[in-house]
């Protein structure tokens, strides 16, 4: 196996509008230095032509190598494949779309002739939002109390290792990646510098706020127990306050003599400690399934080819799904069987939680506010439902707003055909109500459809896979 002095490892999804322009301007920082270098990018399974990409510029520079996967598996696979790759001496993890520059490569080579096994760009956060900023740096911090290793805020995926870290860093097996914190972990000489935030070259991120919700919970539970240590002192604590209060009302029965039971108390103790329960009950259970999913020591990811051992031509990208919600692939119409069919389990769900907020609020406020309620919480679960379960689409405001109009289509339709049912065929007032909401049914789920998905094409998300969850892997956030 050739060695070389620097392997840049490049993860790349969707990158084929930023690829050429990226590597143009890695060589043109690299060939400066005189080092002897290789590029290995890995496409983790692109729908676009970023595979056609790779291959192009493996045909033109020797320099570059390329592993491309069998479909998407996240950024933590494409660095490990890239890791895996490299024969570098040092080797630097990289963006593909520029916001990692190129320029500072030779800052960190320099460094690593220092001795350092571990130079870190760290980004600032200049020109990002404010929320997001806000809701980074409070991640951070409290990641910090957290966190059995030191995770720190702006440094991300970009760095140098040496080839010992690198090998360190290939040692551990687990599926469940979070790099930075096994980063952390592997420790040796590090040395951080800071660089001015950058904006994509092109493309569009792939990190929504969903993936980042689980890439920060993710980092919670990889590296420590502490969530388990806190249920642990949750029960404890309310263990103590209930005999507490346990005490306190004998010794007013006592003084007192028996009073009449508070509902609302009772109410309110029952509701609070079944939320507690059931939080617990969800830590245990994510650690449980990573255990799971350790045990199961399936791959991290699936080689489609790579540029040593080249498979057929890279095929023409798929036409994407369009807004009315069919696939491009498969049969349209059992498509929209499964989807109706789920949009109608959604309907029995929502009606029982309309019940259940009905039958909760109507003890304490009137009942028809307890309603308005209720029905208000059911639209807008429905509406979140149908749009992650049914459609597979990231929520707009838009389409909340217009979502509404399939429940006011139900209510007219159905009042309609009941009144037809009733007035004109003569049935009874309960099978008319019944068949007529059946019948509502589906012209509400097309409203619904065209609601949630009509525009949607540049949000709509890809079906999750079977390790969906370990799509793991924002720059530096
Ligand atoms: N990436 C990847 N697989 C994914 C998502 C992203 O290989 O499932 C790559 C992507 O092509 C890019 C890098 O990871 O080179 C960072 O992704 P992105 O720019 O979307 O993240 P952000 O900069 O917004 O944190
Ligand atoms: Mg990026």
Redesign the pocket.
């Known amino acids: 196996m050739k060695s070389c002095q620097v392997s840049i490892v ?4 969707n ?1 084929d509008q930023a690829v050429k322009a990226f590597h143009r301007a890695l060589v043109d920082a690299l060939e400066p230095t005189r080092q002897e270098f290789e590029v290995c990018y890995v496409d ?1 399974g692109s729908d676009d032509l970023t595979r056609s990409q790779l291959i192009y510029l493996a045909s033109v520079d020797e320099r570059v190598r390329y592993t491309a996967f069998s479909r ?1 598996f ?2 933590e696979a ?1 660095m490990l494949a890239g890791l895996r790759m490299s024969r570098g001496d040092s080797v630097v993890l990289m ?3 520029l ?1 990692h520059p190129p320029e500072l490569v030779p800052r960190m080579l320099e460094l690593r002739r220092h001795g350092y096994d571990q130079v870190i760009a760290r980004r600032d956060r200049d020109g990002e939002g404010a929320l997001r900023s806000f809701l980074s740096r409070s991640y951070y911090r409290a990641m910090g109390h957290f966190m059995e290793v030191s995770v720190v805020d702006g440094e991300g995926d970009f760095r140098l290792l040496s080839r010992r870290a690198v090998d360190s860093v290939l040692t551990l097996p687990e599926s469940n990646r979070f790099s930075k914190g096994i980063f952390s972990w592997i420790g040796f000489d590090t040395v951080s510098f800071t660089y001015p935030n950058a904006q ?1 070259v092109a493309g569009r ?3 929504g706020s969903r993936r980042l919700l689980n890439y920060g919970i993710d980092g919670v539970l990889s590296f420590n127990n502490r969530p388990l240590r806190l249920a642990i002192y949750a029960g404890l604590l309310l263990a103590l306050a209930a005999m507490a209060y346990a005490l306190w009302t004998i010794v007013g029965v006592l003084r007192n003599g028996v009073g009449v039971p508070g509902y609302t108390t009772l109410l309110t103790a029952v509701v609070a400690l079944g939320g507690i329960q059931l939080a617990t009950l969800g830590i245990v259970g994510e650690y449980v399934g990573r255990i799971y999913c350790e045990t199961k020591n399936r791959p991290h990811y699936l080689v489609r080819e790579s540029s040593d051992h080249p498979g057929s031509p890279a095929p023409e990208p798929p036409i994407r799904a369009t807004g009315g919600g069919a696939s491009a692939t498969g049969s349209g119409r059992s498509h929209t069987v499964r989807q109706f069919l789920t949009f109608a389990a959604i309907g029995v769900v929502n009606t029982a939680v309309y019940l259940a907020v009905y039958a909760t609020l109507n003890t304490w406020i009137p009942y028809l506010a307890a309603h308005v309620i209720g029905y208000c919480v059911s639209i807008i679960g429905s509406f979140f439902l149908n749009s992650r379960i049914t459609l597979r689409t990231r929520p707009t405001w838009r389409a909340f707003l217009r979502y509404p109009l399939s429940s006011l289509v139900n209510l007219v339709l159905s009042g309609a055909l009941l009144y037809v049912g009733v007035s004109h065929l003569g049935m009874g007032k309960n099978v008319a109500a019944l068949a007529a909401g059946i019948l509502a049914t589906p012209f509400s789920f097309l409203v619904a459809r065209w609601a949630i998905t009509s525009g949607a094409d540049a949000t709509r998300e890809p079906e999750p896979g079977p390790l969906a969850d370990s ?1 793991t ?5």
């Open positions: 490049v993860p790349c999804y990158e983790d998407n996240g950024k494409a963006d593909a779309d916001q994509r991120s792939k990190w799509r892997g924002r720059t530096g956030d």
